[in-house]
């Protein structure tokens, strides 16, 4: 199994909702990443986790709050976004802390924040 | 110092004909150009990469060409085909850690 599958792929949520997205690898990577992306724009760097454990917040907000239960899981849980959180949400995984030599993506989650 | 810049923004090429995206960056740590195809409705997937103390790779119709002292390095897609109507994204890393992307291109390939 060569694939990092997210659900749901879409999510319409209101400002004072919380939801969760999932992302799920069974490739034995032991790095996950959640990415954001903005219509056409690059993917940004939100979370890192290395071995189950936060490697990297590049300072996002609290209403994101990242969660790794296992190796293969990753989840991201949102409450109180903003409009402006609209985007797609991507998860990635690579087999150690080295993403930079090529990862592996999902498809993502298209967020829309109403 | 961290960015990359690519061009162009978007790109029209005919069926048949040669595509070519180029970047440029300015931190000479980087140690690893990967680059990135994007399909509507998915995520990145890695394409091709190069390291800098090759001046060139080449897999099917695509080719990394790598210029080290101008600090720039170019995706050619020959044979361009409709199915690589795609955005592109070249990328940047420093020992695999924290990836630069470019701006992305938006390639359309017509009939």
């Known amino acids: 199994d060569t694939e990092v599958t997210q659900t749901p792929k879409h999510l319409v949520m209101g400002m004072t909702n919380k939801k969760s997205l999932k992302c799920e690898q069974h490739m034995g990577h032991r790095a996950m990443y959640w990415y954001k992306q903005k219509a056409k724009k690059p993917p940004e760097l939100m979370f890192v986790?290395?071995?189950?454990?936060?490697?990297i917040n590049e300072s996002v907000p609290s209403r994101f709050s990242p969660e790794c239960p296992n190796s293969s899981l990753l989840n991201l849980h949102l409450h109180a976004l903003q409009p402006e959180d609209s985007a797609l949400y991507l998860c990635a995984s690579s087999q150690e802390l080295v993403g930079g030599y090529g990862y592996t993506f999902g498809s993502g989650t298209r967020l829309t924040v109403v | 110092q961290q960015q990359v810049k690519q061009s162009p923004q978007s790109l029209i090429v005919q069926k048949g004909g040669i595509s070519i995206i180029n970047c440029a960056y300015e931190n000479t740590a980087f140690d690893y150009f990967p680059w990135y195809q994007q399909f509507p409705g998915k995520g990145p997937a890695l394409l091709i990469a190069?390291?800098?103390?090759?001046s060139e790779k080449k897999e099917g119709r695509f080719t990394i060409s790598f210029n080290k002292s101008a600090k720039q390095f170019s995706l050619h897609i020959m044979d361009s085909q409709p199915g690589d109507s795609a955005t592109y994204f070249c990328a940047a890393t420093h020992k695999g850690k924290k990836v630069t992307f470019g701006t992305g291109t938006k390639l359309q390939v017509i009939p």
């Open positions: 986790y290395s071995y189950e454990k936060l490697s």
């Open positions: 190069i390291r800098p103390d090759v």
